[in-house]
């Protein structure tokens, strides 16, 4: 036990949807359009449709992580920057 306390908090979105994050300087305007795949692929909430979705990138991961709630989770490199993101995949009330 380390005791660490870890608080989830909602990823921060730029106005088009992809996630903040210092790496997503390093992308010319080319590969950001090419990066919007990844939220809009997230954004499905299935792990099926966002591989697919995903299948012009070079992707590392699409999976969801058993947590409560699960999480659908991907990686992708585009050019030479990867990018990494998440959602929350709640059951609707």
Known sequence: NL?????AVPTVRDADGLALSS???RLSPTERE???ALPRALATR???AARAALAGLDVDYVEVADFDPPVLAAAV???ATRLIDNVVLEEEA
């Open 3 to 7: 005791g660490v306390t870890i608080v």
């Open 23 to 25: 790496r997503n300087r």
């Open 34 to 36: 090419r990066a919007l």
């Open 46 to 48: 299935d792990v099926d």
């Open 77 to 79: 490199r585009v050019g």
